[in-house]
């Protein structure tokens, strides 16, 4: 899907939110007075590419028309909220409207770093504004709201954001003083929030400036192309490959602190034993003797820069332990790097057993959770063994589950973002025999069939499929082979709608470089169809039995991109069809209406939906104090009332997620410990879709080894061995 490109945004109006810009950054908060020579230069080999039909599958030109939208996009990249720039800043800004075109082409990109400065100036003004309205008193026994969701409302004057930027903070301070704080805390914890986000800000530095009016010509051209800085790249192939070398530990920051916030399973942190969430990374040093830099103050990317390393190295930690003042003296940390595996997204596989039921039997259906499609591409390219790879490590799984022999299995891929395409083709055979999984168009027009080459099956019994609006690409591609060849039931949600391929080309390799310097483009290439000939291209793919929707197509997908590609089909390509579940799909959602609407766990998720999608399509708050506090004791009252209801029918739920009340805090300013103590304890609750899933899987096995006939109809007799349904 699309990377967020938004540097510092509101989040819903209810706090602000750090920018995104902070997983970037550098300890020297210096922004470069001008373009420097290497981005001249990239400017112009991007513009190479994105103009070039040879590499772009939907080349446009660069000309005044585009430069137009370039600097929309640019000034929303900035403020996409409409909070800092005014009216009168944005009309001062056309006279860069049509010469943004010609600032690309030559590289001389100075007018970003000139709107960047104002931008910046207006930051300023801005979060000093909102620090002296700390000062003051506020009357919320009016009748206001707050209108934050800015999106389609126009800039505003200088007067205009005095009244807006009043009414966050008293937003802000209304949820604090919500949530039981004093005046006097509220009042430290908003000034030192309003405080780091000027920060943030002054912090930026040129290669981010200057990634951001990049992104904002490629996503002018396309939704899914962008460019990337040297840092960026590297984090982004560290993600595809799910693995990295250092010591394994999440970071964030926390003021002006670098603070664990968790540990990767088996990594050398978790291993060493001397780190734990909440401790403070206050320097680093480099092998055994190497200078222990301060790094307070330092951006997160940068501490993690110098934390990184090549595995069997030395880095030397100065650590303030969470339970003590920080400027206690720190402690000494040495610890050796090693390659880690990203666990979080890893795939993940569990039992569920289904009780007997209506004269059914007990069943076990063994899941496997998939975030993302992986492959550590140059461990493979190596020769490694081990490379880390989505297909392997659920190949792996459905053995366990054959050795098990449960009765069917369930690919959970909600929230799939995508990867690799080549992982998406090879996961899609573990489930078919020999044949096409997706079909991939190039700008030329020639289409390429990917097959899956290797005869036989990993899995052959029953499948399910879950998706959600969250699942996207490479998730679309399997999710899309799996129902055209009938291998399985896709349940859920219509998934996102991408449909185009993109790969990333390495600006460096021209020139050659030793180290990396202009960046890489993650360009669209190609698009993609499915084995019968249909695109996954804004339509996305529709489930055999649906949930409630959880999110509008209208406010998030591929069809909410103004540039997308639009539908389209092109030839079946010859496929075996194993099944035909068409007969079953009555039956098997009259059954999961039927037991669902008995599930008071599904049907509460039904009701938090609801509930969310008529706060989201209000767009605004009120700051009467004791509306808000009837909202709040409403919302108390209902999580009372469900925990007495899970005590009733001995649904067990962890004391930790019991009290989930708004606290008023941005995530940077909670307890760590107790923050990764409750995600822990969500992540082993039940989850009343995945369950509904199972179940309807279950249905399914049932109904067709009941009925010899139906089975027949829906799982052809040539085809019944390559798909042993059937009880």
């Given amino acids: 899907m699309k990377r967020n490109r938004t540097l510092l945004a509101l989040s819903l109006g209810l706090a602000l939110a750090a920018p995104l810009a902070l997983l970037a950054g550098s300890g020297d908060i210096a922004l470069s007075a001008a373009p420097t020579k290497d981005q001249s230069t990239t400017a112009r080999m991007v513009y190479g590419l994105l103009s070039d039909s040879r590499y772009a599958y939907r080349p446009r030109a660069l000309d005044d028309a585009l430069s137009r939208e370039i600097l929309t996009e640019y000034l929303k990249t900035l403020d996409p909220g409409k909070v800092f720039l005014t009216a009168q800043d944005v009309a001062g800004f056309d006279k860069y409207a049509t010469t943004l075109d010609d600032a690309i082409k030559s590289g001389q990109v100075d007018p970003a770093w000139a709107i960047f400065d104002v931008y910046r100036r207006r930051v300023d003004e801005r979060i000093s504004f909102a620090r002296k309205q700390l000062k003051a008193d506020f009357d919320f026994s009016k009748d206001e709201r707050y209108a934050y969701d800015r999106k389609d409302a126009p800039w505003a004057d200088a007067a205009g954001l005095d009244t807006l930027w009043r009414q966050s903070v008293k937003n802000d301070w209304l949820r604090l003083k919500l949530a039981g704080k004093p005046a006097d805390e509220i009042r430290k914890t908003l000034d030192k929030r309003y405080a780091n986000l000027l920060t943030s800000v002054q912090q930026l530095k040129g290669d981010e400036v200057f990634q951001s009016f990049m992104n904002a010509y490629t996503g002018s051209i396309d939704p899914h192309t962008d460019y990337m800085n040297p840092r960026s790249a590297e984090n982004f192939n560290m993600q595809m490959s799910n693995s990295l070398e250092g010591i394994g530990a999440v970071l964030f920051r926390q003021d002006d602190v670098v603070v664990v916030r968790e540990m990767v399973p088996g990594g050398p942190a978790a291993r060493s034993g001397r780190l734990k969430p909440g401790d403070r990374i206050v320097g680093v040093g480099q092998g055994v003797s190497g200078e222990v830099k301060d790094v ?191 291998r399985g039931l896709i349940i859920g949600e219509t998934t996102f709608g991408k449909g185009t391929v993109q790969t990333m080309v390495d600006l460096d390799r021209w020139p050659a470089n030793e180290t990396p310097r202009f960046g890489e483009v993650k360009l669209t290439v190609a698009q993609f169809f499915r084995p019968d000939g249909s695109s996954t291209q804004n339509k996305g793919v529709e489930p055999d039995v649906a949930f409630p929707v959880s999110v509008d197509a209208s406010e998030f997908g591929e069809s909410t991109y103004p540039n997308a590609l639009p539908w389209t089909r092109i030839a079946a390509a010859s496929h075996l069809r194993y099944g035909n579940f068409a007969p079953l799909l009555a039956q098997l959602d009259a059954l999961h209406q039927a037991r669902s609407a008995k599930d008071v766990e599904y049907q509460w998720w039904v009701d938090d939906v609801r509930k969310f999608r008529a706060e989201t399509a209000k767009k605004s708050i009120s700051l009467n104090e004791a509306e808000r506090r009837a909202e709040r004791d409403k919302f108390d009252a209902q999580r009372q009332q469900r925990a007495e209801e899970r005590k009733r029918l001995g649904i067990n739920q962890d004391p930790l997620l019991e009290s989930r009340a708004d606290d008023g805090l941005a995530a940077d300013e909670r307890n760590v410990a107790d923050s990764v103590a409750r995600e822990e304890a969500a992540k082993k609750q039940t989850d009343p879709l995945l369950r509904e899933s199972a179940a309807i899987l279950g249905d399914a096995i049932g109904m067709l080894g009941k009925d010899a006939k139906l089975a027949a109809q829906v799982l052809p007799a040539t085809h019944n061995a390559a798909g042993h349904w059937a009880d």
């Fill in 296 to 486: 307070i103050g330092w951006r997160i990317d940068d501490v993690v820069q110098l934390i990184r390393g090549a595995a069997n190295t030395q880095v030397r930690l100065d650590v303030v332990p969470a339970e003590a003042p920080l400027d206690s003296k720190p402690q000494l940390v040495t610890i050796t790097r090693a390659k880690v595996r990203l666990e979080d997204a890893r795939a993940k596989a569990e039992t569920i057993v289904l009780p007997a039921a209506s004269a059914q039997p007990a069943r076990r259906i063994g899941v496997i959770k998939l975030p993302g499609f992986y492959q550590d591409f140059e461990a493979r390219r190596r020769g490694d063994k081990t490379y880390a790879s989505a297909t392997r490590d659920v190949a792996k799984m459905l053995a366990d589950f054959r050795a098990q022999k449960v009765d069917g299995v369930v690919l959970d891929l909600r929230g799939n973002g995508g990867g690799s395409l080549s992982e998406a083709v090879e996961l899609t055979g573990l489930f078919i025999d020999k044949g096409p999984v997706v079909q991939v168009r190039e700008s030329g027009g020639k289409v390429n069939v990917q097959y899956d080459q290797d005869a036989g099956v990993a899995w052959d019994g029953p499948l399910a499929v879950l998706v959600n609006r969250g699942s996207a690409s490479a998730s679309e591609i399997v999710a899309g082979a799996i129902k055209d060849y009938g």
